[in-house]
């Protein structure tokens, strides 16, 4: 199942959690578990699509992000961190709590596998202003 959603996380969390700003973003939900021998934390691994200009929108997590990027260019903007573009092959990490935003700058579709490690029973990704 792919769902467009306003944010990579959004969708796993169930209606309501929107971010607005979020535009030619899908993402598919994986796999989502508890961690092993920690249940106040689970892992979620989800697959990103972006159109061309496509973006999640500024966002937080509760916990953090490890993401590959399999096709395309996208950049991530962080905040107190400068832009970083990344590549098919190349890998980042956004950390628990600082607000950011993926977005395609390239011409053609981007894609990423990214997975999360956050606190189980909150919400996965919260929109930030």
């Not at 977005?103 to 029973?121: K, W």
């Amino acid at each position: 199942m792919t769902l467009v959603v306003a944010g990579m996380i959004a969708v796993v969390v169930g209606p309501g959690v929107v971010h607005p700003q979020a535009t030619g973003f899908a993402v598919t939900p994986l796999l989502r578990t508890p961690l092993s021998a920690d249940a106040s934390r689970e892992v979620l691994v989800a697959t990103g699509r972006f159109e061309p200009g496509g973006t999640t929108g500024r966002h937080t997590h509760p916990g953090d992000e490890y993401a590959t990027v399999i096709e395309g260019t996208v950049e991530v903007v962080a905040a107190g961190q400068p832009p970083r573009r990344y590549t098919a092959g190349e890998a980042y990490h956004n950390a628990r709590g600082v607000v950011h935003e993926t977005r395609n700058v390239g011409q053609t579709l981007a894609r990423v596998v990214s997975t999360l490690i956050v606190d189980a029973g909150r919400p996965l990704s919260e929109p930030a202003d």
